[in-house]
């Protein structure tokens, strides 16, 4: 089994207050302290932190033309975010991620992986004014994000994940479509990111989609959900998460041993992927360290043990 | 704390009389951006209905009372600001226990589902802060709505128990009865029942119990009423609050089959920042088959970004005065 990220880490502090002129130079010195973190912490398939994003709806729609942002709404308790507004026609402007992606092979010699905001997630926390169906904006936006996917596996990505929390099973066929134009003449690893949703709603079609992995979020819920994956017999590869981070309590290295030996009555563990139910940007730095610590130093345990 | 009159007649200069047509604030408003700042700087994430500054509180209410004031508003609410887990606060003011985050409904919006650890816990959620507004106003005798709810929490949390339900329910609507003594319109806001019919005998049954001395709402929306649940919410309540921007058909329909008594239409779209055109269309179709007593959103305003949410209810005033 692996030991990975979803995508987000805490910033370090004092990018905060970096003055315009040296953001650039800060954010890669961040991208260096939060890769080392996760280096340090024993994880194998690491993210930049998504330190380069703001946010992770606004950060490509003032990448794409066709978007506009009026303000902030709530996401919960006391949470904002700058929702898009979809005015015009959605068009490829210029590269996404790939500044980011080619920063980070130059950071780590360790696996890397690219969230990337799902085509369905991105117009369903948007609001459209432009296009006649939800579909037609999802699709359109699918386009753009596979030009974006193109040129990341031509930079040597090979481990892409969508993130796509905002699935809704009533419109499972528009994201699969969504997905298969996302990924169209990728031969890539693929990953569906999914968290905070009604699995029960999902499943069994859920794993129809055309991805390897399903990255799910099991701890918040106490990992009630695994059996979900039981009853449907879960075949794919399979993203575990088994870290709270909606919680600041970091899960002792035995309690999360304890949940990956749930989640190997689920699939093999050549087919585990071991991270945190989501990114952990909203938790104190020194806590989602100690957090992915405790992951990795559980699944070293579990993998001698099994090894032995 | 006391606000002097003037200050507050100062927020509301213009008192007119009623139309033709009212316009309505569905429930919430967006909260100011001071206030958001000031509830991330006090570290208040969490767990606030009772524990925030009641003068910064009230100076935020004020605000968006001004707010839906100027734009022309003739029924508002108090914003429904402290409300941190949309709905469900009213269980969680009755005792129920934060627990896990979902998502709420369809929308980019997620809350912690009520958990009842036991019944004994559970207590008349009272709405304190709205009550207070009203001592604040009573002089200008500007009457704002209450907004409650009852189902919805209940249905989203994990207790299914029906004889809970009641004990939950009748608190709720002790607390109804209550508010009665503040305003003239309390309003049920029960997107769930478009979903769902479970607990909703029980809940129209205990509502009869009740003689309540003003107008009870009930505001069902994201979807149309289903057409059986229809004609009891007539029935049980003053004023029926219904979708006509995601359950225009549905909601149509039932208006040419049941008739209402006194109609509130939800025209304007509360999530999408795209404005609309067709309000006036609608207002004259639905008037075929019943008289539109208020226009609306069809949803509360916390869906959007501020400066829409007020572009969208200075729109319903105009139509309202082209009416």
């Known amino acids: 089994m692996k030991t990975t990220v979803v995508g987000s880490y805490p910033k370090p502090k004092w990018l905060k207050y970096v003055p315009e002129k040296d953001k650039l130079e800060a954010i890669k010195d961040a991208v260096r302290a939060v890769v080392k973190d996760q280096e340090v912490a024993g994880v194998e398939i690491l993210s930049d932190g998504e330190v380069w994003r703001d946010e992770m709806t ?251 | 704390m006391i606000f002097p009159l003037h200050q507050v007649k100062l927020l509301f200069p213009r008192y007119k009389k009623k139309h033709f047509v009212e316009v309505v604030s569905a429930s919430s408003y967006p909260r100011p951006e001071w206030f958001r700042k000031y509830l991330r700087k006090a570290g208040l994430q969490k767990d606030i209905e009772y524990s925030v500054d009641d003068r910064i509180l009230k100076k935020a209410q004020l605000e968006v009372l001004e707010k839906q004031n100027t734009c022309g508003v003739d029924i508002s609410t108090d914003g429904l600001l402290t409300w941190h887990d949309f709905l469900a606060s009213i269980a969680i003011r009755a005792g129920f226990k934060p627990g896990k985050l979902v998502r709420y409904f369809e929308n980019n919006l997620y809350y912690r589902v009520p958990e009842l650890k036991k019944v004994e816990d559970l207590k008349k959620p009272e709405l304190k802060e709205f009550k207070s507004l009203c001592e604040v106003l009573k002089p200008l005798k500007k009457p704002l709505k209450a907004v409650i709810s009852c189902v919805t929490p209940f249905y989203l949390s994990s207790c299914r128990d029906v004889k809970v339900f009641r004990i939950f329910a009748e608190l709720v609507l002790e607390e109804v009865a209550d508010l009665f003594n503040y305003t003239p319109h309390v309003q049920f806001d029960e997107p769930s029942l478009a979903y769902s019919n479970e607990f909703v005998e029980e809940f129209l049954s205990l509502l009869e119990s009740f003689n309540f001395k003003g107008n009870l709402w009930i505001s069902v929306y994201f979807k149309e009423v289903p057409e059986k649940l229809y004609p009891l919410l007539v029935d049980s309540f003053d004023v029926v609050f219904l979708d006509f921007v995601e359950g225009f058909e549905g909601n149509l329909k039932n208006v040419e089959q049941y008739g209402c008594s006194k109609l509130c239409a939800g025209i304007a779209d509360g999530r999408n920042t795209k404005l609309d055109f067709e309000m006036r269309n609608k207002v004259e179709i639905i008037s075929e088959f019943c008289k539109v007593e208020y226009v609306s959103s069809n949803t509360g305003l916390e869906f959007l970004p501020e400066s829409k949410a007020y572009e969208k209810m200075k729109t319903l005033s105009k139509l309202r005065d082209a009416l």
């Open chain 1, 58 to 308: 606004s950060y490509f729609a003032n990448r794409i033309d066709g978007f506009v942002i009026y303000g902030e709404v709530r996401v919960w308790g006391n949470t904002y975010y700058p929702k898009p507004a979809i005015v015009d026609e959605l068009r490829y402007r210029k590269p996404i991620l790939l500044q980011e992606f080619e920063f980070l092979k130059k950071v780590t010699d360790r696996k890397v992986k690219v969230p990337i905001t799902g085509a369905y997630t991105l117009v369903e926390w948007s609001f459209n004014e432009y296009y006649n169906s939800k579909e037609e904006a999802v699709y359109a936006l699918a386009e753009i994000l596979n030009e974006e996917v193109k040129r990341l596996v031509k930079a040597g990505a090979d481990f892409i994940q969508i993130d796509e929390p905002a699935i809704n099973s009533k419109d499972l066929e528009v994201v699969e479509n969504a997905i298969e134009i996302t990924l169209k003449g990728i031969k890539v690893y693929t990953a569906l990111h999914i968290c905070y949703n009604d699995y029960r709603k999902l499943f069994p079609e859920v794993m129809d989609l055309k991805v390897n992995q399903l990255d799910l979020e099991f701890a918040n819920r106490k990992f009630e959900d695994l059996e979900i994956l039981k009853e449907y017999s879960f075949d794919k590869d399979l993203g575990f998460g088994c870290i709270d981070v909606h919680s600041k309590r970091v899960e002792s290295v035995e309690e999360i041993f304890k949940a990956i030996e749930k989640a190997l009555e689920v699939v093999d563990s050549r087919k585990l992927y071991v991270d945190p139910d989501c990114g952990l940007k909203l938790l104190p730095r020194n806590i989602a360290f100690r957090k992915l610590k405790n992951m990795c130093e559980a699944v070293k345990i579990i993998t001698f043990i099994n090894e032995a």
